[in-house]
């Protein structure tokens, strides 16, 4: 760890500010890692980061937490890409289509915990490990090899992102995972952890989790629903974590629509995972989709295609992929 601490600092060194750029519509584990790096930056060089994302935070859980660290992320303004300045990617990598950066740009810096991407390679310092279960785990490293204790704020952030993407460390939790979960345990803020946990919802999630159950088909072990117009697009993959919890599924296919994309969120329980290579053949060349283990997603540009039936041909396919007969479908509400 203190070589990459070393390559990370010497890769952003003189410059007198770095843009981090987390995924679109960033979840905990995102979020996290982003203020984790700006601040080690901000120790170590004195560097003032700036973090931008494109999308929306939208998850009610996702809000709390931005409130809770003082709104420390931007909305990703055009300008922001055309400063020539390091930019780090955090919780994505190039080309994976979650992201504002353009092909024509190199990344400076990639910390991801996703499988490697060929365009990752351009990247002056890339770490991308993904043995691990979150990013945050990456970042809770680099903090103890640059002898950082992170506040009780910041600790609490980094916690939630392990606990979010590994569901509390049962869902392919690296051995580093939870050395790292274990480290910042004493540090965290419980009373603000339960409170971003059970931060409270609007009346139109109920109204989507109303249509996720109505439009829920079950086959065998697996679930597709469709939940048409979304507000937000993280919501197919909250829809996707609710429906996972329904006894003997190993697989859920969420789907629904956001401005003029097609969102699709694919979870498992199957020990081998596979989440990431059933996005990647559903959505084909059709869109970008990207993960592993046992939490994908994707995108597809509608173009003026009807959504219902794409969303029609891509649950067949994912069907077709899982070797589950449509003809055993049955609704999960009467």
């Known amino acids: 760890m203190q070589q990459r601490l070393g390559r990370l600092l010497e890769a952003v060194r003189g410059a007198s500010s770095t843009l981090i750029l987390p995924h679109n519509d960033p979840d905990p584990d995102a979020i996290a890692s982003a203020v984790a790096l700006h601040h080690l930056l901000a120790e170590k060089l004195g560097m003032e980061s700036q973090i931008a994302y494109k999308g929306m935070i939208g998850r009610a859980e996702n809000k709390a937490l931005v409130r809770y660290l003082n709104h420390p992320l931007l909305q990703l303004r055009g300008a922001d890409l055309q400063e020539q300045r390091p930019i780090a990617l955090v919780d994505t990598q190039p080309g994976a289509g979650n992201n504002a950066l353009s092909p024509s740009r190199v990344a400076t810096v990639v910390l991801d915990h996703h499988p490697l991407r060929d365009e990752t390679t351009t990247a002056n310092f890339a770490d991308v490990r993904p043995e691990l279960g979150s990013t945050a785990t990456m970042l809770t490293e680099y903090l103890r090899a640059a002898e950082i204790e992170p506040s009780s704020r910041l600790a609490t952030a980094l916690f939630y992102g392990i606990k979010a993407d590994t569901m509390g460390l049962v869902r392919r939790a690296s051995p580093a995972d939870v050395a790292a979960y274990i480290y910042l345990q004493p540090l965290v803020d419980i009373e603000a952890l339960a409170e971003i946990e059970r931060a409270q919802v609007s009346i139109e999630y109920f109204r989507r989790m109303d249509a996720a159950l109505h ?94 039936q794409l969303a029609q041909v891509l649950g067949g396919r994912a069907l077709h992929q899982l070797n589950a007969a449509e003809s055993t479908g049955k609704p999960l509400m009467d």
């Open 215 to 308: 439009a829920a088909h079950v086959y065998d072990n697996v679930i597709l629903s469709y939940i048409g117009a979304m507000q937000r697009p993280d919501l197919a993959a909250e829809m996707a974590d609710l429906l996972m919890r329904l006894k003997g599924v190993q697989w859920v296919i969420c789907m629904g629509v956001h401005k003029s994309e097609l969102i699709l969120a694919v979870r498992t329980t199957y020990r081998r995972g596979g989440a990431g290579q059933l996005v990647q053949a559903i959505v084909g060349d059709e869109g970008t989709a990207g993960g592993h283990g046992n939490m994908a997603g994707g995108q597809i540009p509608l173009r003026g295609a009807d959504p219902e």
